[in-house]
């Protein structure tokens, strides 16, 4: 199950990885066209983004995906050495790496295993190499991540140390080509508060392990133990943090130990190791807070777990006479850099050369070390705190969460604004509802604003769609991405993710037009396309637009007559009409079918997702200049501010919004159209009127305009009148869906419990204008 567990976030972690390495990888190779502008932050991104996988998929024993990442960091090392430039085909090369590692991920995250790959990874490693050799690199072998322990090297000759060491550290100025000296990483600090919580959540998780280690006697915890141990090691030497680097991976080796059967899990062991991971987590607490992690007493702690191994000490002792490397010394080696030309196939025995130079003052004198192990460095009196960013929740108790408030605010409501208040004065209970209100308000924020996620990651996605569908259409496409901070529900952002997908896949195949076609309609032959977001009056609006051919209303109606969805000839269709057919399924007007799109499916897939998130969509079209289609997404799914209205015996709820401003006319204000359409003139502009009873068949008490009230709402610009009764006032309104009994109706986007339990439907601005327009036109 822990495996499981680590398997599954590894994953989520990998997939998180690709979807920001393949962006900056496109953008990279851009701009490495022009030898002056070669973005080396990016490279740095994605080489640090393939690094991580790396070592997380070697301590999981995942071979396939380690060897992968291991040649493509390589090939993107020779990149950021300035050894070769970037082709189309190094491009194309590592995007097939990517794709073939979320295949792997797919295995994993089903399987527990990468096995059953190893004919395409090895394919592509010889890919790869041939690309790092032309490119003038040498080729390094894979790393075969099979034990951290392969640092125990008993080959060198124990007593003597001193012209072997000289000697050994003579190849490491061949890896030296590739230290962070020359090319130094920035450390952001997003990167260091990640880094902080992912080090608590470690040291928490090996602390708990080694409280069980010394009773178990399945060997599960000390794994589990020293896999943590092995994370945070990797993380701090990634960090640059030296001093907690030497002391975990010492610490590991102790694991190690224990895990062989070479130290038995005693008391005295396992109270050694748990006052060390307070010190680890001492240090941490010190980078949270802007320090460099130093370790105070860090070589009597050194020696002292090299006396827990006797055994292993010897092994380890011995390379180390070669130098004793001030902790400086140690840092270069304690940033992962992996070198092609280097020998070393992975981190760990990079690591393990490095640190154990520390070893040789308890080989030479180990009388140094105290008599008693056991007894500890004092330590300081006030151990400082981790500051935690984040914390990871389940998104099936942040709905909870959310449907709770929903109800939460029901209940406010039904309290404030009961019946049996009406007519009596009580001046502190009004007081103590305002507090209430006020509370239930800040909470409903608060936990609508968690599920909030920014929609970029929904936009970047679309990067490497274009690049790839833009190469296999052969068009030259530019895509711009506007209004990516604008944040959406995560529910949404991961249903609108397939129908933006298709919705760009058609603008690329039927939209845009091919190079030599646009330069004969005097156009640039680059396409433009345009992702944009944003908030629109109560809505998120996310508009993809293209400034291709557009769309054909021939076209459409002639498909449309042959597979008899229209009645006649469709002239007394409007183009709205028209164009809303193409989201009827299988309704394609493609000549032929592509390998992209052309069979009917991906509009109507577009339309029933949009759906069922209670969104709409728009289509606006200009023949020979471009399409745009607008996706209209509620801002949330809980709660929004409505303003209530009575029309007759119903009360509906207007989306606060949408509502301008509430006015009652007289006589003179009003004039009507030839066709019998009901104008008012406010401040000098002619608003049309639409009654809501007859939209919705309902008795009103008024028939008259004059003795109603005018309710002037907005829709995209669009300005209307609602003729109501009466307007009862504001109050928050938890959007509860129709029954699948009711279906969808146009103008009504949900229904809401008032303070006195009876029902109100919410109204859909946007559809009851349309609504109230289709009925005139009939």
């Not at 949404?492 to 939209?511: C, F, M, W, Y």
């Amino acid at each position: 199950m822990a495996d499981a567990t680590l398997l599954g976030e590894f994953v989520l972690d990998s997939l998180e990885l690709l979807d920001d390495a393949e962006p900056k990888l496109i953008e990279l190779q851009a701009s490495s066209q022009v030898p002056d502008q070669v973005n080396t932050e990016s490279i740095n991104s994605i080489f640090r983004l393939f690094h991580s996988m790396k070592g997380s998929a070697g301590m999981l024993e995942l071979h396939n995906i380690t060897s992968l990442t291991h040649e493509a960091e390589t090939l993107l090392d020779m990149f950021r050495s300035g050894k070769t430039q970037m082709t189309r085909a190094h491009m194309d090369t590592l995007f097939k790496a990517m794709d073939l590692i979320r295949e792997i991920l797919a295995s994993v995250d089903a399987n527990l295993t990468d096995k059953g790959f190893e004919d395409s990874v090895s394919g592509l490693v010889e890919e790869l190499g041939i690309a790092i050799s032309q490119s003038g690199g040498d080729a390094s072998p894979a790393p075969k991540a099979k034990k951290p322990e392969p640092v125990k090297p008993l080959e060198p000759p124990p007593p003597p140390p001193p012209p072997e060491p000289v000697a050994e550290p003579a190849p490491e100025p061949a890896a030296a080509d590739f230290s962070f000296d020359e090319f130094e990483i920035p450390i952001t600090q997003e990167m260091l508060d990640r880094f902080v919580t992912e080090a608590d959540e470690l040291l928490e998780q090996c602390e708990a392990m080694l409280l069980t280690m010394e009773d178990d006697t399945t060997g599960e915890p000390v794994h589990e133990a020293f896999r943590a141990m092995h994370s945070f090691k990797g993380n701090c030497g990634f960090m640059g943090l030296s001093d907690p680097e030497r002391m975990s991976h010492r610490m590991e080796n102790v694991l190690s130990g224990v895990k062989e059967g070479i130290i038995a899990p005693t008391s005295d062991n396992t109270g050694i190791l748990l006052k060390l991971v307070d010190i680890l987590r001492d240090a941490v607490a010190d980078v949270s807070s802007g320090g460099k992690g130093a370790i105070d007493n860090l070589e009597l702690y050194v020696q002292l777990l090299d006396e827990i191994l006797p055994e292993a000490s010897e092994s380890e002792a011995e390379p180390e006479p070669a130098a004793e490397p001030q902790p400086e010394a140690a840092e270069p080696a304690s940033v992962p850099a992996p070198a092609e030309e280097s020998p070393q196939p992975s981190l760990e025995i990079k690591l393990g050369d490095e640190k154990a130079p520390e070893a040789p003052q308890d080989a030479a004198s180990p009388k140094a070390v105290p008599a008693k192990p056991k007894e500890m460095p004092a330590t300081k009196a006030a151990p400082r705190t981790i500051v935690r960013q984040d914390i990871r929740v389940d998104l099936a108790k942040l709905d909870h969460l959310i449907n709770l408030v929903g109800e939460l605010v029901i209940a406010e409501t039904m309290v404030t604004r009961n019946p049996d208040l009406v007519g009596h004065d009580f001046e502190n209970f009004e007081k103590s509802a305002m507090h209430l209100s006020k509370i239930v308000r800040d909470l409903q924020d608060i936990s609508l604003s968690v599920r909030m996620i920014p929609i970029a990651g929904v936009f970047r996605k679309m990067i490497r769609l274009v690049h790839d569908l833009s190469a296999k259409a052969g068009k030259k496409i530019n895509l711009t991405l506007v209004g990516e901070d604008t944040e959406i529900d995560k529910t949404v952002g991961e249903i609108i993710a397939d129908p933006l997908v298709h919705l760009v896949r058609n603008s690329i195949d039927h939209g845009l037009e091919p190079p030599d076609e646009r330069k004969a309609a005097g156009k640039d032959e680059t396409g433009e396309i345009l992702l944009q977001a944003g908030h629109e009056g109560g809505e998120v609006w996310v508009l993809i637009r293209d400034d291709g051919r557009g769309l054909s209303r021939e076209n459409i109606l002639s498909k449309a007559i042959e597979r008899g969805l229209v009645n006649g000839d469709g002239s007394d269709l409007s183009d709205s009409d028209v164009y809303n057919m193409i989201f009827h399924p299988g309704f394609s007007t493609a000549k032929q079918v592509t390998d992209i799109s052309g069979r009917g499916v991906g509009m109507d897939v577009v339309k029933k997702n949009i759906e069922r998130i209670k969104g709409h969509i728009d289509v606006r079209n200009n023949p020979g200049h471009g399409c745009t289609i607008v996706l209209r997404l509620p801002l949330t799914m809980a709660i929004i501010e409505g303003l209530l209205v009575r029309v007759g015996k119903a009360k509906y709820t207007v989306p606060l919004l949408a509502v301008r401003e509430n006015i009652q006319v007289t006589k003179e204000m009003i004039t009507k159209t030839m066709d019998g359409q009901e104008l008012v003139m406010v401040r000098g502009q002619l608003l049309p009127i639409y009654r809501v009873h007859e939209l919705h068949n309902t008795r009103p008490d008024n028939y008259k305009l004059e003795d109603g009230l005018l309710v002037i709402v907005e829709n995209r610009g669009e300005m209307a009148c609602l003729f109501v009764d009466e307007i009862l006032g504001d109050q928050q309104a938890v959007i509860k869906g129709l029954s699948n009994y009711i279906g969808s109706v146009r103008g009504v986007s949900g229904c809401t419990i008032l303070g006195d339990g009876e029902v109100s439907l919410i109204l859909d601005v946007a559809g009851l204008i349309r609504k109230a327009q289709g009925l005139e036109a009939a």
